[in-house]
T-cell receptor
């Protein structure tokens, strides 16, 4: 079955620690995205990548980093510089298209909690 | 900058009643519009989207939405609510030109269905 997997489902971070959230897709999509969801805030874009080895900052990139070494994978690192990391993190991907409006398909999410 | 406003963070209806979830957007260019649904602790699933063509869009699970350019609205409706419709609903918009990979989300509307 094609889809997007995120791991782990729950992740605990200690003060000063960097943690990495995994996102893998087997949909052969070029574009991938990371969103942060907080209660009552909707989804906010952290980073996105339109192609391998290229990515752009979204609206709330401070304290986060990403890499895109493979088409299938787009890991997100939450660094110690992110002072309020507790949130639900969602990864998404979308197929290529010249006109835009392509549907973004979402993974099941990772909930990050601070110890 | 684009923005999306979902009127009512919480909507409660009785089973069998009409569901109406409101979405207004601001965009300087013709938009592409989306409605997503999220069940607790899960990712988002596309309900329907408008890109071009017919302004009344039909989606999954009996939902539909109408793009009204003059009112900058894209309200979601369903004639008869079912218990399984209880979830959070998000409206999103992207520009038809420029950075059309970037979705801007509303803050969401939580739908409760009472027996």
């Amino acid at each position: 079955d094609g889809g997007i997997t995120q791991s782990p489902k729950y992740l605990f971070r200690k003060e000063g620690q960097n943690v990495t959230l995994s996102c893998e897709q087997n949909l052969n999509h070029d574009a991938m995205y990371w969103y942060r969801q907080d209660p009552g805030q909707g989804l906010r874009l952290i980073y996105y990548s339109q192609i391998v080895n290229d990515f752009q900052k979204g609206d709330i990139a401070e304290g986060y980093s990403v890499s895109r070494e493979k088409k299938e994978s787009f890991p997100l690192t939450v660094t110690s510089a992110q002072k309020n990391p507790t949130a639900f993190y969602l990864c998404a991907s979308s197929p290529p298209g010249a006109g835009g409006g392509e549907t973004q398909y979402f993974g099941p999410g990772t909930r990050l909690l601070v110890l | 900058a684009q923005s999306v406003t979902q009127l009512g963070s919480h909507v409660s209806v009785s089973e069998g009643a009409l569901v109406l979830l409101r979405c207004n957007y601001s965009s300087s260019v013709p938009p592409y519009l989306f409605w997503y649904v999220q069940y607790p602790n899960q990712g988002l699933q596309l309900l329907l989207k408008y890109t071009t063509g017919a302004t009344l869009v039909k989606g999954i699970n009996g939902f539909e939405a109408e793009f009204k350019k003059s009112e900058t609205s894209f309200h979601l409706t369903k004639p008869s609510a079912h218990m399984s419709d209880a979830a959070e609903y998000f409206c999103a918009v992207t520009d038809s030109g420029g950075s059309n990979y970037k979705l801007t989300f509303g803050k969401g509307t939580l739908l409760t269905v009472n027996p």
